[in-house]
Protein backbone atom coordinates (compact mmCIF):
# COMPACT_ATOMS: atom_id res chain seq x y z
CA UNK A 1 0.00 0.00 0.00
CA UNK A 2 1.63 3.53 -1.21
CA UNK A 3 -0.72 5.70 1.27
CA UNK A 4 -2.06 5.29 4.26
CA UNK A 5 -5.57 6.61 3.19
CA UNK A 6 -7.48 8.19 0.44
CA UNK A 7 -6.77 11.66 1.82
CA UNK A 8 -3.36 11.05 1.80
CA UNK A 9 -3.03 10.06 -1.73
CA UNK A 10 -5.19 13.00 -2.84
CA UNK A 11 -3.33 15.49 -1.52
CA UNK A 12 0.18 13.82 -3.14
CA UNK A 13 -1.48 14.00 -6.47
CA UNK A 14 -2.59 17.31 -5.95
CA UNK A 15 0.51 18.78 -5.27
CA UNK A 16 1.63 17.08 -8.32
CA UNK A 17 -0.44 18.60 -10.35
CA UNK A 18 -0.80 21.80 -9.39
CA UNK A 19 0.64 24.14 -11.94
CA UNK A 20 4.05 25.19 -10.00
CA UNK A 21 4.62 28.97 -10.66
CA UNK A 22 2.61 32.09 -11.21
CA UNK A 23 3.33 32.39 -14.79
CA UNK A 24 1.88 29.16 -15.23
CA UNK A 25 -1.24 30.07 -13.54
CA UNK A 26 -1.16 33.31 -14.98
CA UNK A 27 -1.34 31.89 -18.62
CA UNK A 28 -3.78 28.65 -18.02
CA UNK A 29 -6.35 31.37 -16.56
CA UNK A 30 -6.14 33.00 -20.10
CA UNK A 31 -6.20 30.10 -21.77
CA UNK A 32 -9.26 29.12 -19.77
CA UNK A 33 -10.68 32.33 -20.18
CA UNK A 34 -10.34 32.44 -24.01
CA UNK A 35 -11.93 29.28 -23.82
CA UNK A 36 -14.80 30.20 -22.13
CA UNK A 37 -15.15 32.99 -24.29
CA UNK A 38 -15.34 31.13 -27.82
CA UNK A 39 -17.74 28.04 -26.09
CA UNK A 40 -20.29 30.73 -25.53
CA UNK A 41 -20.38 32.22 -28.70
CA UNK A 42 -19.41 29.43 -30.85
CA UNK A 43 -22.27 27.13 -29.44
CA UNK A 44 -23.05 25.41 -32.87
CA UNK A 45 -19.70 24.78 -34.06
CA UNK A 46 -19.38 27.41 -36.55
CA UNK A 47 -19.84 30.85 -36.50
CA UNK A 48 -18.76 34.80 -37.38
CA UNK A 49 -17.88 37.40 -34.40
CA UNK A 50 -16.29 40.21 -34.95
CA UNK A 51 -12.54 41.11 -33.31
CA UNK A 52 -13.79 44.16 -30.90
CA UNK A 53 -16.71 41.82 -29.56
CA UNK A 54 -14.19 39.80 -28.40
CA UNK A 55 -11.67 42.13 -27.56
CA UNK A 56 -14.67 43.49 -25.26
CA UNK A 57 -15.23 40.09 -23.74
CA UNK A 58 -11.73 39.88 -22.84
CA UNK A 59 -10.25 37.75 -25.00
CA UNK A 60 -6.22 37.68 -25.20
CA UNK A 61 -4.65 36.83 -28.82
CA UNK A 62 -2.15 36.57 -27.59
CA UNK A 63 -2.17 32.72 -26.37
CA UNK A 64 -2.99 29.97 -28.11
CA UNK A 65 -2.30 26.16 -27.70
CA UNK A 66 -1.79 25.57 -31.25
CA UNK A 67 -1.72 26.95 -35.23
CA UNK A 68 -3.22 24.76 -38.27
CA UNK A 69 -2.65 25.51 -41.77
CA UNK A 70 -4.84 23.72 -44.03
CA UNK A 71 -3.64 22.41 -47.24
CA UNK A 72 -5.97 24.95 -48.88
CA UNK A 73 -3.41 27.68 -47.27
CA UNK A 74 -5.77 28.70 -44.54
CA UNK A 75 -4.46 29.28 -40.99
CA UNK A 76 -6.09 28.98 -37.79
CA UNK A 77 -5.14 29.16 -34.32
CA UNK A 78 -6.72 26.98 -31.78
CA UNK A 79 -7.33 26.85 -27.77
CA UNK A 80 -8.08 23.05 -27.29
CA UNK A 81 -10.71 22.30 -29.35
CA UNK A 82 -12.06 25.54 -30.42
CA UNK A 83 -10.24 27.63 -33.28
CA UNK A 84 -10.77 31.16 -35.22
CA UNK A 85 -9.46 32.79 -38.79
CA UNK A 86 -9.08 36.00 -39.48
CA UNK A 87 -11.39 36.89 -42.35
CA UNK A 88 -10.55 40.39 -42.11
CA UNK A 89 -9.64 43.35 -40.41
CA UNK A 90 -13.01 42.88 -38.10
CA UNK A 91 -14.33 39.63 -38.99
CA UNK A 92 -13.23 36.36 -37.46
CA UNK A 93 -14.86 32.57 -38.37
CA UNK A 94 -14.83 30.63 -35.53
CA UNK A 95 -15.03 27.03 -35.54
CA UNK A 96 -14.97 23.75 -33.18
CA UNK A 97 -13.17 20.46 -33.92
CA UNK A 98 -15.00 17.40 -33.33
CA UNK A 99 -13.01 15.03 -31.82
Do not use: P
Amino acid sequence: KKFCSDSCRNTYNNNQNKDSTNLMRRINYILRKNYRILDEINVDGKAKTTKSKLIALGFDFSYITQMITYKNGATYQFIYDHGYKFLDDEWILLVKKMV
